[in-house]
């Protein structure tokens, strides 16, 4: 199963989804994919952590730290944070889990 959280306004799509359904992309006609965030190395240690979750993209700003000041210290934190944060930016409600 994959978790897909998305949100269609007016014909548009916007949401989260998983790597495993870009094939099903693919077959879409008019198909776009924008990249809303980035989770990256921070191999200077800003804020103590190794991980910074750039939202820019999203118009969120980049974040050394949770919800919780805490730094991101392993990457998982930092993905988890960046799904958080674009579920509240891009205003996306529940999921749903769909077959692959």
């Given amino acids: 199963m ?9 014909g548009r799509a916007v949401g989260i989804h998983s790597d495993a359904l870009v ?7 008019g198909h776009v ?3 809303a965030s980035h989770v990256e190395p921070d191999n200077e240690h800003r804020e103590g952590g190794n991980w910074v979750v750039d939202m820019g993209p999203s ?3 980049v974040h050394y730290k949770d919800e919780e000041g805490r730094p991101f210290l392993k990457r998982q934190d930092a993905l988890a944070f960046e799904i958080r944060e674009l579920t509240r930016l891009l205003k996306l ?3 749903e889990d769909v077959g692959t």
């Fill in 2 to 10: 994959t978790t897909v959280r998305l949100r269609v306004k007016r």
């Fill in 23 to 29: 094939p099903y992309y693919a077959r879409m006609p």
């Fill in 33 to 35: 994919l924008s990249r």
């Fill in 59 to 61: 118009k969120g700003g």
């Fill in 93 to 95: 409600g529940g999921t």
